[in-house]
């Protein structure tokens, strides 16, 4: 068992809506996701967007991530090991919901020079993704991020962006309100929160837990290379995946009981297919 959020941690993600968790990964765990980040690179520039089970979504149009492999979970060994990493998922265990739980969407974003991701989200939008709520000693999070540094970002490599408190807010930013101008698809601009932004920094192997509650986003890139990271959504055990990819029957067969029950926390319901193939002979004949 890993480490167990405490009074001083339940504090601060309550007042600020995130955690910093420093060497949540081992390095050689890292180097294991960076090289089979460079294979699904190979891979995507060579025109490919499925690469197994993994999805390779290209931005080149975009001035938000430049590639997104979704469904990262199914790239292998070193992303079923982050299941539930012992790191922090007795954090998502107290932040989510102690009754089960559900990765409902796994990405890996890459940002490169000029991309950024616009910021989103604020304790004002009231539905269950952005919910936060604390009552008799539980955090009941609709959802909880995991953002894993695969390499290291620091300033200008297009760092997350939080503003901290944001998720409690329960008014508008009235900056949005008038700047939107009927647009439902505006969002905030870094430079619209700027007295109020925190950068957050991390190195390779660091995470950073948020509630998806508060407003964040990433800054503009503005050195060469690119950002690498990992993104683990967590919710309650009775959500479905945001995209509608489903985890495949090879990988859940691999999986110890525990990572399954995060994976797969409901079996399908479904006839036998014999079964069904009887009930349409009688239905036709």
């Known amino acids: 068992m890993g480490p167990v959020p405490d009074k001083w941690d339940d504090y601060r993600f309550d007042l600020e809506g995130f955690l910093i968790l420093e060497n949540a990964v081992q390095p050689e765990l890292i180097g294991e996701i960076n090289q089979t980040i460079e294979n699904w690179l190979a891979l995507s520039d060579a025109g490919e967007e499925w690469l197994g089970n993994v999805h390779a979504v290209r931005n080149e149009n975009s001035a938000s991530h ?16 982050l299941i539930d990493n012992p790191n922090w998922i007795e954090y998502v265990k107290r932040y989510v919901d102690n009754h089960g739980l559900h990765i409902w969407m796994n990405f890996l974003p890459i940002i490169r020079k000029g991309h950024h991701v616009r910021l989103h989200s604020g304790g004002h939008n009231k539905m269950y993704r952005t919910s936060f709520q604390y009552h008799d000693d539980n955090f009941f999070c609709g959802n909880l991020n995991i953002l894993l540094a695969v390499n290291d970002i620091g300033p200008g490599d297009g760092s997350t962006l939080v503003v901290p408190g944001s998720h409690k807010s ?98 399908r319901s479904e006839p036998p297919v014999a079964q069904m193939d009887q009930d349409l002979v009688s239905a036709t004949s």
């Open 66 to 81: 430049s590639v997104s492999f979704r469904n990262a979970i199914e790239g292998g060994a070193c992303f079923e090991a």
């Open 170 to 267: 329960n008014i508008p930013n009235p900056l949005v309100h008038e700047k939107k101008k009927g647009r439902k698809d505006y969002v905030l601009e870094p430079g619209d929160m700027a007295p109020y932004l925190k950068e957050v920094h991390l190195k390779a192997g660091d995470a950073v837990l948020f509630t998806d509650a508060l407003i964040h986003g990433a800054s503009v890139r503005t050195n060469e290379g690119e950002r690498r990271a990992l993104i683990y959504r967590y919710s309650s055990f009775w959500t479905r995946d945001r995209f509608g990819y489903e985890y495949s029957d090879e990988l859940v067969a691999r999986l110890t009981p525990e990572r399954k029950k995060i994976i797969r926390p409901i079996e």
